[in-house]
């Protein structure tokens, strides 16, 4: 069994920034990419960042690129989202996932997710 879990999340000012984390954990488990997700209310859940282990390659929604900054530690299954320039649009529930299937960071069928974390960006 693998559980991912986030933490992170917070209340902010527009303009303000946060750093969210999370582990994926496992007896065996090694993953080849991890990934956020949000969902805002209403709204479905959108890919926010993903890390590929293999080559350190990385890609962003457009919505985020320039803010927001993917980082992690492959032997920890472990990734940061460093979100800095928060907008109000921001605020959602951010979802982590990890995977061992899939190189690819244009997949969005991951296999563990996280419960989520919730990031309120006041304007």
């Known amino acids: 069994q693998v559980q991912v879990v986030e933490s992170g999340g917070g209340l902010v000012q527009a303009g303000g920034s946060l750093r969210l984390s999370c582990a994926a954990a496992?007896?065996?488990?090694?993953?080849?990419?991890m990934g956020w997700f949000r969902q805002a209310p209403g709204k479905e859940r959108e890919f926010v960042a993903a890390?590929?282990?293999?080559?350190?390659?990385?890609r962003y929604a457009d919505s985020v690129k320039g803010r927001f900054t993917i980082s992690g530690d492959n032997a920890k299954n472990t990734v940061y989202l460093q979100m800095n320039s928060l907008k109000p649009e921001d605020t959602a529930v951010y979802y982590c996932?990890?995977?061992?299937?899939?190189?690819?960071?244009?997949?969005?069928?991951?296999?563990?997710w996280g419960q989520g974390t919730q990031v309120t960006v006041s304007s």
């Open positions: 496992g007896r065996t488990f090694s993953s080849y990419r």
């Open positions: 890390l590929r282990w293999s080559g350190g390659m990385t």
């Open positions: 996932a990890a995977d061992s299937r899939s190189y690819s960071l244009y997949d969005y069928a991951y296999d563990y």
